[in-house]
């Protein structure tokens, strides 16, 4: 059994501390133990979360051992802080004591003088008129004890630190009221008590009296009968018959008389009201000199006092809980209005941002609708610039050469390495000026899908650049059906709506295929969520979509031919060549410091490896892959890092015999639609282009990777809403 810390010790001291109060604090065998905690289990259930009878058994007896249930100060010493009072609930809680004693005052002050004036006869009666509070908290004035904690601060000062006031207060759970069972069962038992007390003096000390009034038995007399004014027997009593103490027993009597008015008619009254009662009941037990029920007395008075101060005590902590979770509330609705502050700018400035580009648009279709015949394409002046450059320098290292030559042989050479270089320089120049970056492999994988007849979903975060990706899908199928989705991954709120979306057409639609944008090795920046941009992008905003929408995935599956319902995820062969080599870094999954953007970018991707690896796991009816698409011309990495040096020497080099993204699509075609993967020996591969089943990465590969990033990102989602 794991140890015990010291929060859960806490809560099991404070839900146990009064089952162990008084004579069972001194309890240490674990069967003891273990029967009382049984005896108010179902109690104890509500009161400590993740209730198990045989732990709670085991810190109990520890908590005996240490002797915190029977000593305040040790108690206090093994939990510092628990017993420090608040000063302003202290006062408050005064205040709200004094008004419920003062209320139960004033309604026993009308039955005990209906009493003294009509007998039992009327009492009833006038009791009924008069209005007695039924249950405790329910009668709190809010606006009186918002008032009393304005009261004490202005007493304290404004430097107080718990002189803080809610807006809307809450219901005090002072003052204390026992349940009205305990209350009921108590005060009856007290009167019986009192009742046979008295009769036993007086039957030792005044028979005689008994005699004339014809009361055999204790029963047959009512408490009233001994304490109503104006107490003639107590003038019979022998002067030695009663116990020397500070109060006379005419005054004890006419406080006694609570006792049966607060019993019979069933008058709710708070604990320390109860306790006072028992008390007043003691003394005339003493006074009358009858030691064993003084004695009992005196021992359920106690153990009143026991029980009422730990009632307090634990009222004050729940209230003290309950004011540190709206807090808490408190600050996490400022920290949504902030981000709902900043989402409401964003939006206002995309929106800004589609307008400026939709009048840059404009314009530019302005200048090829009325200037189209005077103005050359950007294209041709280029090349004709370069033409020009060409000639002239040409012209000027042949007349060099020719000159050189007359001159020595050895020019002959150094002519020729010359003119070599030039032609490389000049073909990097061309390549650098006039390489096209192309659209996604989401464009080039949905054109082809459109030839065939399917019906395609384009996902993107902006309208314009879908009406140009279907204007061009359109230019070639005529008769495609494309579809836009709004899918903007680096908002999760953003990303459950449109799942939201997509599944109201899926149920309406026999098939179709969606597919959306990732990023690459952007500077350092966080997403709504507060996810890496990377990491949220590329791997938890297609984790999130996907998982919403594996219902409708998996009837379909039910419906349709084997392994023809697929989840394909396009990762690359960054996931083994520029991840960290440990794998995932669940410690710091943004990797904010000490890593470069691609490093991020691997991570990424090889959480796309590891989901499609945990999707195969969990759900074999649907075919789930992930691969690497090849070397493609995209606009993928045409962001922040085309500017490094490295990145214009490389990109001529790589991209000079790099496919476009038609044909870069080729692999996650297959993956889509390929009869040849199978969903019993394909389920979770990955694969090269084009086709080609491979194993990835060594962590790539880990099954207890994936599970654990799995766990990961759910409760990463669990935390912000998203389930």
Known sequence: MPAASTYEQRQIFLACRAIFSGANASIRK????????????SSLRRLIPGYHLTRVVSIAKLLLEKGLFG??????AYFPGLFDPCPVRQTLNAVLEQEAARSNEEVLEV???????????????????????????????????????????VEQGDDSDETLIPERPTASLFPLYLPYHAQHRILTNVQQVLEECIFDFMKKWLPNYLERNGWDCAAAVELTKWTRPPFRWTTEIPEDALRPTDHKIESILSKVVKVRHTAVHRLPTTARGVCDLVGIAKQLTETLGDT????????????????????????NVLEENLACQLRNIEAERELLSRREERLRAKTVEDDRENKLMMGHLLEESMEQIFRAEEVQSETERGWLRLGNKWTSFSGAVSGWARDRLAKDALALHLGIITIACFILVFVWVLLQRFIHMTGLFGFGTSIELAKHGARVYIASRSGTKFKAAERDILSECPDADVRFLMLELADLNNVREAAKMFAQWWFFSSSGMAYSFQVMCVPYEETTEGFEMQIGVNYIGHFLFTKLLIPILQKTAEMTEKGSV?????????????APKEGIIFSDMNMKDNFSVWARYGHSKLANVLHSKALAKRYPNILTLSLHPGTVKTNLSAGPISSTPLYRLIKPLVELGAPGPRKGAANILFAAVSP???????????????????APSK?????????????????????????
Not at 303 to 310: A, E, G, S, V
Not at 682 to 693: E, H, Q, T
Not at 699 to 718: F, H, I, N, Y
């Open 699 to 723: 962590v790539g590969s880990d099954p207890k990777m994936a599970e654990d990033l799995w766990e990961w990102t759910m409760k990463a989602l669990r935390s912000r809403g998203y389930e």
């Open 111 to 153: 039955v005990s003088q209906s009493y003294e004036e009509h007998g039992s006869e009327g009492e009833d009666e006038r009791v009924d008129a008069v209005a007695v509070p039924t249950t405790a908290p329910a009668d709190v004035d809010f606006t009186q004890e918002v008032k009393v904690e304005q009261d004490v601060k």
């Open 292 to 315: 064993p029920r003084t004695s009992q007395l005196e021992n359920l008075h106690h153990d009143l006092q026991d029980k009422i101060q730990i009632l307090e005590f634990n009222k």
């Open 566 to 578: 697929r989840i394909v995820n396009v990762s690359s062969d960054g996931h083994a060549k520029l």
């Open 71 to 76: 000593s305040t100060a040790k108690a206090e």
């Open 676 to 694: 040849k993967l199978r969903l019993e020996c394909d389920n979770g591969a990955y694969l090269l282009p084009i086709g080609k089943v491979s």
């Open 30 to 41: 674990t069967k003891t133990i273990r029967t009382r905690l049984e005896m108010h289990e």
